[in-house]
């Protein structure tokens, strides 16, 4: 075997923009064949970007698939042969009851579609719908390539490691018959979606892989945000030992070339992971930049309580967009304490973003005039505590409407969780970049935030007193969000144990959490379904959250504890 180039493309495509992704694409391979790059592998589906979702329903969709694949084959340069992940039709669907489409890669080649591969396992677990769309690939994909012999995998192909699970995933395995073949090198085109641990798991998956079948591994994962789901990239090679020879940025997009000559690598690079919040933070930037850019928009509006929740959500708002971006709406009511506004102010001063401030005592005079009569003889309560909230909601969508900008919402896991949160008020938004960190969580970062810009030798970003203060609402004199709820500290760890480890009641209890109180988290997270079927898109950043993978029934008698068989 002699010495090959080959050319890693971290993609980031906006999913439906054909030509767009097609750019890319065409850029990536002109530039590696300037390098002499013989081989350029993309991520799986670059050409369409991943998940279509139902757009693959539609005849036209699939229709342009193929005609910018041909398209784009014409472009690409000579002698360079690419990896193009794209959707091939399965011409024997009507006949055979089959799925109308395969999920593959098309290897273009002066002009003319090569080869194409089909992939074999397909995902339809947590956010994946694979099912729904594609049939199974059944052929070998093996692909010879300047005396190379490839095997050729799409994500979820590689993720069957009977030995690694302790058990199967899938009935089939398409590796072994690859091996079989006495393949030179592995390759995994991937759509990859993050989480915390994600990657870690990814790399001990694919050593042992490589590992195992003694085989080298290339991994090319897709950069970028779809809606909830970010992915992070962070290519990788191993060698045939199982050793990490190569590690790609995160949360960037990025074309990598790298030689491999007599089962050694050149030109690779080694990116050390960043710490566990810093990568927190870059996803959730890259989450929000993708959204608002790949929606059309360029700036979002928020409003500043002077509290934890929306101070992270501006310093990340900045992060990803830039400061002249973001504008901070201070809105206070006759509950809100004097440090809401002082706050506020100094969160913005530091991240030097705009403010606008719109007292709503006004507004909700206004509201009580209309509605006391109807309300006569009612006690207070709630009620008007929502309108705070509404109204708030309601200006900063006139702001969005007229300023071109997308409203971010604020609400964190835990709020999510128990329904501490308000319909068409502090719900409304766009786009929920902390629905999937508990309140602890959102500490832990504003933390991150203020010792790494401490570190650079600047301010703290998040001013002190908004982590020390008790957390409130401010919708009616002195409340705390501790007079509705346990200590975040006990009701994260109960969500925790929960949702993410799925421990029952009993192992919650066994790990020192009071019966009484499981039970009323229990029914609190049962009982906010409905408010979860509102709220806006959350940014999925760990394993199991309230995103497009929570599927439970809104309108539904959740399990019980203890069912009565003899009612
Ligand atoms: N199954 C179902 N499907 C669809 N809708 C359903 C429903 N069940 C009730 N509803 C509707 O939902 C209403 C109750 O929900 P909602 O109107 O949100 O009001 P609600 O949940 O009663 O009150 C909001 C809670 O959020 C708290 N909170 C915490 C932090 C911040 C903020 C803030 O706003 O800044 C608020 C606030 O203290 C209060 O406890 C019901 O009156 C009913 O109309
Ligand atoms: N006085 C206010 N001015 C502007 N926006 C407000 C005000 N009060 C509440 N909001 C908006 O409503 C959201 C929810 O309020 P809430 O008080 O629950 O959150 P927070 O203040 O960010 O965090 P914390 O839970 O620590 O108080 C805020 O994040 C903010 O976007
Ligand atoms: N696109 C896919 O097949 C993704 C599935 C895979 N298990 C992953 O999350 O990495």
Redesign the pocket.
Known sequence: MSELRLGLAQLNPTVGDLLGNSQKILQAAKNCAFQEVSLLITPELSLCGYPPQDLLLDPLFVENCQTALHHLALRIPPKIGVLVGTIFPNSDWWQTGEKPLFNGAALLLDGRIRYTFYKQLLPDYDVFDEHRYFQPGAQVNLLRWQGVRFGVTICEDLWNDEQFWSGKRYPQNPVPALIERGIDILINMSASPYWQGKSALRESLLGHCARQYQVPVIYVNQVGATDQLIFDGRNLIFDAGGQVMHRGRGFTQEVQTVTYDQGQWQNTRLQNPPEPWAEVGQALGLGIRDYVHKSGFQRVVLGLSGGIDSAVVAALAVQALGAEQVLGVLMPSPYSSAHSVTDALALAANLGIKTEKIPIQNLMETYAASLNPLFQGYASD?TE??IQ?RIRGDLLMALANKFQALVLATGNKS?LAV?????Y???CGALAPLGDLFKTQVYALARWYNEYTQLRGETALIPAHILTKAPS?E?KPGQT?QD?LPPYAVLDDILHRWLSERQTPAQIAQAGHDPVLIERVFQLVQRAE??R?QAAPVLKISERGFDRGWRVP??AQPPRHNLPLNP
């Open positions: 709630v505590e929502n909230s709020e329904g501490y949160c308000t319909l008020g502090d719900m609402a919708l969000d509705s409905f408010k079927f809104n309108v």
